[in-house]
């Protein structure tokens, strides 16, 4: 999102300026022309050689994702579809990937937008950090609570394979509540009980500096304590890819 908005104000957004609000309009033939000329320096030409260090001189996917919440772009049903034609164009067989926090999983653009995803290699990552209703106040910002996210969970991974991806710190010293870790835990086994087709879990620590308020009361728990967490989810039959 170019100008920095989102409905969410995750605790731990690495955004600087980030305003409360949803993405402009996008300009779609700015778009395929970006995503062309660089398609055709990524694919032809020794820009990746030139630009990536070895071992990761290769292309591994095309995401929606970045500086707020990618679904609210307008039109995003017509901006999926333009940049799997884009990519199909270079005979990419790339996965799509999205990276939303799911909260307009509800609206009919954005359905037809999950629609042409899943059609072309495409793949969702859920944000879901916290499952009671003051985790996710405290660590999104978001008043919609865990009744919202799981109806949105449902929706998304009805339409798209759909991961889980959570994001875990400590904050002022102190890791997660058991509490906290128990609702989440049990909203995963509340899932698998009720067939929800979710692909894993994608757990993460802190990666990025937060340019958030709270940014000096948050810390990167051990990879220890991810691994603990992600054999926890483990055991409830979930793929879990824990990344510090």
Do not use: M
Not at 46 to 70: H, T
Not at 99 to 105: K, M, R, W, Y
Not at 158 to 182: H, K, Y
């Amino acid at each position: 999102n170019p100008n920095n908005a989102c409905n969410y104000r995750c605790v731990y957004c690495q955004v600087p300026g980030l305003v409360r609000g949803s993405a402009p309009p996008i300009d779609i033939n700015l778009l395929e022309s970006e995503l062309t000329a660089f398609l055709e320096v990524a694919t032809n030409g020794s820009w990746l050689e030139e630009c990536a260090p070895e071992g990761s001189r290769v292309l591994k996917d095309i995401a929606f994702s970045g500086n707020g919440e990618p679904t609210s772009a307008e039109p995003f049903d017509d901006l999926v579809s333009l940049v799997a034609d884009t990519a199909r164009s270079f005979d990419l067989k790339l996965p799509l990937i999205l990276i939303t926090n799911g909260s307009l999983a509800s609206s009919a653009r954005v359905q037809r937008g999950l629609k042409v995803l899943a059609a072309n290699n495409g793949v969702a990552w859920f944000k879901l950090d916290r499952a009671t209703d003051e985790g996710i106040r405290e660590v999104n910002d978001w008043p919609g609570g865990v009744d919202a996210a799981w109806k949105n969970l449902v929706a998304t991974a009805a339409l798209i394979p759909t991961w889980i991806q959570t994001c875990v710190f400590g904050r002022d010293g102190a890791a997660p509540s058991e509490d906290e870790i128990n609702a989440y835990l049990k909203l995963l086994e509340r899932a698998r009980d009720e067939g929800v087709p979710l692909e894993g879990v994608l757990l993460y620590g802190l990666a990025r500096q937060s340019h958030q308020p709270e940014a000096p009361s948050l810390q990167r728990l051990p990879l220890e304590w991810l691994e603990q967490l992600a054999e926890r989810i483990r055991e409830l039959g979930f793929i879990c890819k824990p990344h510090h």
